[in-house]
């Protein structure tokens, strides 16, 4: 069964819009966590943001956010006000485990954003 | 930050040609290093998690003897790509998760190598 589900293959966006990138998971470890990486074409892992699973608040950086819902088992990234350079692969990942000792990440299959000028 | 120095970030090797992919921890003791393949399109698939001196574990369906990972130091793994053939080709890529740091739960990536394989 898939661990990460991305159910998006791409979404366009108007610049300065926000847009919401969705993912489920599926574990039943207690502890884990879940991270959102972008991959321009260059092919590099841009690490956005993390949720932990006992983190009572959403985590927010910058223009990003992670809309957490525990009991859905969904970690939905938000980007606010879209910019041309948000253009790119947006993964999805997790990580089953207290830390990241020895603990591989584990990818979703992605969304493919397009920021419309 | 934590840098994970990969290299050659590509490479075109001819068919049946070994290929030598490095990552070396610049700043940081990388004693487990995760190896990761993507195809065009598609998302990262685990293919084997090296530990500093002692085997890797492949994910099933990797083939160990063509995929050879070699983690002898703390700041070095490798990943050879034995008898390449085109179906090889693909965007490699490692992780090393950073421990000590304030950021317990961060994994630092290499930049990757893409390989075709003619």
């Known amino acids: 069964a898939q661990k990460i589900t991305q159910t998006q293959p791409g979404m366009f966006v108007q610049e300065k819009e926000a847009v919401t990138l969705d993912c489920t998971y599926d574990?039943?470890?207690?502890?884990?966590?879940l991270f959102w990486y972008k991959q321009p074409s260059s092919g590099e892992m841009i690490f956005l943001i993390y949720?932990?699973?006992?983190?009572?608040q959403n985590a927010t950086e910058g223009r990003y956010s992670l809309n957490f819902q525990k009991a859905r088992k969904s970690a939905n990234l938000v980007i606010s006000a879209s910019q041309l350079g948000d253009s790119a692969m947006y993964f999805c990942?997790?990580?089953?485990?207290?830390?990241?000792?020895?603990?591989?990440?584990?990818f979703g299959g992605g969304t493919r954003l397009m920021v419309k000028p | 930050g934590a840098v994970v120095s990969q290299h050659p970030s590509w490479v075109i090797c001819k068919s049946g040609t070994s290929v030598k992919i490095e990552c070396r921890s610049l700043?940081?003791?990388?004693?487990?290093m995760f190896w990761y393949r993507q195809f065009p399109k598609q998302s990262l698939m685990l293919m084997a998690t090296?530990?500093?001196?002692?085997?890797?574990?492949?994910e099933q369906g990797v083939e160990k003897d063509k995929f050879l990972i070699n983690h002898a130091s703390l700041t070095l793994s490798t990943l050879t790509v034995t008898s390449a053939h085109p179906e090889d080709s693909s965007f490699y890529i490692c992780?090393?998760?950073?421990?000590?740091?304030?950021?317990?739960?961060?994994?630092?990536f290499g930049s990757g190598t893409r390989l075709t394989v003619v």
């Open positions: 700043d940081f003791q990388a004693t487990t």
């Open positions: 990942a997790m990580r089953e485990g207290r830390n990241n000792a020895g603990n591989m990440l584990t």
């Open positions: 992780s090393a998760p950073q421990q000590g740091s304030t950021q317990p739960y961060a994994y630092t």
């Open positions: 949720q932990g699973s006992y983190d009572q």
């Open positions: 090296s530990n500093e001196g002692s085997k890797a574990t492949y």
């Open positions: 574990t039943s470890d207690p502890s884990y966590g």
